[in-house]
C-alpha cells in the first residue's frame, strides 16, 4: 500500500499524538513537529504530502518549498495563518473543520458569560485569600435570565450557542452578512438585527464571525459607543475583530460591565496587557476549542477530507475555503 505522508506543524502532548493516531487511516504516516522552529516546520512541511495546522503559520515560502504538498488543512477553522493566496498560486486547496469544534467552542463562550456576570474567578481568589465577599458581591453579580443576548457571526459555533443558550430564558439576536431563512430563525427562536441594533439592545454581544479585512477592529470605539451601558463583550473568535485599546477604555470607563476574552490581536499577549490588570475581565489563553474529548472528532474530518482528495473526491462540503 502507497503511504502518504500527513504533517502536523504543531507540536502536540503525547496523549494527543496518541489520539491522531488512533483515527489515521492505515495509508497516512502522520508525522509531528518537535517545536515551532521555522527551520523544523519548514522540514516537515517539504516532505509531506499534506500539512496540517492549528495554530503554526503555514508560509509563501513553506508552500513553494514543498513539492509534493496537495492539501493544507486547518486543524480547526480560523485558516488566516495560512497563506491561501501562495496555496492558489500552487493549485492547492486549503480546508478547515468545519463545525467540528462549535460544541467546545460555544461552551467556552457561555462559560465566559457567566464567569463575568457572576465575577467567579475573581470571588475564587479572593475566598482563597480568605477574604469572604457574601454579602457585598449581591450588587456585583447578575444573572443571565431575562437578558439579551448578541450574536455577532451565526456560522456553527453561532448557532450552537444559541442551541446552548435556549435553557437561560433569554432572547437571542444575530447579525451575520448572510441572514438565515426564515424557518431556520424560526427553529432557532433568534430574531435578525443589523449591526447597530444589535449593539444598541445586546446586554451581552459575543463575537463570532472570522477575522478577515472586513471585521479586523469591527468592534471599536464606535461600536462600543453604541453598545448599552453595563453591557459585557465575550470574544472567542479571533483577537483582533475587537479593538483591544477601545475595550479597555470602555472597562475603565465603566461603560462596559465586563468582558469574557479568548483571543488576543497578539497572541500570546504580553504580560503588559492592560486588560491583565482588569478585575472584571475574564481572560483565558484561545483555549475555547481546546479539549482532550474532541480531538478524535476534528482529526476524522481532517483525514476524511485527506482521503477524499485521494479519491478524486470534493472536500466535504462547508470545509474548503480556496
Known amino acids: 500500500m502507497e503511504k502518504w505522508i500527513a504533517a502536523c506543524l504543531d507540536p502536540w502532548d503525547e496523549q494527543i499524538k496518541r489520539i491522531v493516531l488512533a483515527v489515521a487511516p492505515s495509508n497516512l504516516e502522520v508525522r509531528f513537529a518537535a517545536s515551532y522552529d521555522s527551520a523544523v516546520q519548514h522540514a516537515l512541511a517539504r516532505d509531506a504530502d499534506f500539512v496540517m495546522t492549528n495554530f503554526a503559520p503555514v508560509t509563501a515560502t513553506m508552500i513553494d518549498d514543498a513539492p509534493r504538498l496537495r492539501l493544507i488543512h486547518k486543524w480547526g477553522v480560523g485558516y488566516e495563518k495560512i497563506d491561501v493566496a501562495a496555496a492558489k498560486r500552487r493549485g492547492i486547496p486549503v480546508a478547515i473543520a468545519a463545525g467540528m469544534n462549535a460544541v467546545p467552542v460555544a461552551e467556552h463562550a ?40 448578541g450574536l455577532l457571526g451565526m456560522g456553527n459555533i453561532g448557532r450552537e450557542v444559541v442551541r446552548k443558550l435556549s435553557v437561560f430564558d433569554v432572547e437571542v439576536l444575530y447579525h451575520d452578512v448572510r441572514r438565515l431563512d426564515e424557518a431556520t430563525e424560526r427553529a432557532l427562536a433568534v430574531r435578525y438585527a443589523a449591526f447597530d441594533r444589535l449593539l444598541a439592545e445586546s446586554d451581552i454581544l459575543s463575537v463570532h464571525v472570522p477575522l478577515m479585512e472586513s471585521t479586523r477592529g469591527l468592534v471599536g470605539r464606535e461600536a ?99
Request: net charge positive.
Open 224 to 322: 462600543i459607543a453604541r453598545m448599552k451601558d453595563g453591557a459585557v463583550i465575550i470574544n472567542t473568535a479571533r483577537g483582533g475583530v475587537v479593538d483591544e485599546d477601545a475595550l479597555h477604555q470602555a472597562l475603565v470607563s465603566g461603560k462596559l460591565f465586563g468582558a469574557g476574552i479568548d483571543t488576543f490581536a497578539v497572541e500570546p499577549p504580553g504580560t503588559d496587557n492592560p486588560l491583565f490588570a482588569l478585575e472584571q475581565v475574564v481572560l483565558t489563553p484561545h483555549t475555547g476549542g481546546v479539549v482532550v474529548d474532541n480531538v478524535a472528532n476534528v482529526t476524522k474530518c481532517v483525514f476524511e477530507n485527506m482521503q477524499r482528495l485521494l479519491r478524486g473526491e470534493p472536500i466535504a462540503p462547508g470545509c474548503q475555503v480556496a
Open 110 to 149: 457561555i462559560a465566559l458569560m457567566l464567569a463575568v456576570y457572576r465575577r467567579i474567578p475573581f470571588l475564587d481568589r479572593k475566598l482563597r485569600q480568605g477574604v469572604w465577599l457574601k454579602q457585598e458581591m449581591r450588587t456585583e453579580c447578575r444573572q443571565l435570565k431575562g437578558k439579551t443576548v
